[in-house]
């Protein structure tokens, strides 16, 4: 009997401890549909930028309302591919947007500058109540309330 109160006492001490302890924090985690989110292999692959041409920013009409982001941009070669990477809300509510293109080291592609724009469109999900910024490449590409 006394071994079975030792133990529920280490127990009751250790739930203890556990529930004072500190808490973890939740990290922000992009929620939306991104269809250009990094792949696996992406490491093996050469990184460059891209040059954004035009970008806006809208709000669904949905319950909560979601927020899409569309862009423009010229990759450097028709041979890259279009990689987006989302991080945030942050502590100020900034949303982080980095596009960028991705193609194979040894890859040959013949440097073909394009005449238009390729589109994409992203959306972000919702996000709880407050007033935010959203950033494509630095630039701000606007601000919203949810």
């Not at 806006?56 to 309302?65: D, N, W």
């Not at 469109?121 to 309330?145: I, K, Q, R, T």
């Amino acid at each position: 009997m006394k071994k079975l109160n030792c133990i529920s006492i280490m127990i009751l001490t250790i739930l203890l401890i556990a529930a004072c302890g500190p808490q973890a924090t939740e990290t922000p985690v992009f929620q939306g549909e991104n269809p250009y989110a990094p792949r696996p292999g992406d490491e093996d692959m050469q990184r460059d930028q891209v040059i954004i041409d035009s970008s806006s920013m809208s709000l669904a009409k949905s319950m909560p309302p979601q927020i899409l982001l569309q862009f423009a941009y010229f990759p450097p070669t028709t041979c890259h591919e279009l990689r987006v990477e989302v991080s945030g809300p942050d502590a100020q509510n900034q949303i982080n947007v980095t596009a960028y293109s991705v193609v194979k080291k040894d890859q040959v592609c013949i440097l073909m500058a394009l005449v238009t724009p390729l589109d994409a469109s992203l959306n972000l999900g919702s996000f709880p109540s407050g007033h935010y910024s959203l950033s494509l490449n630095g630039a701000v590409v606007g601000e919203f309330d949810s």
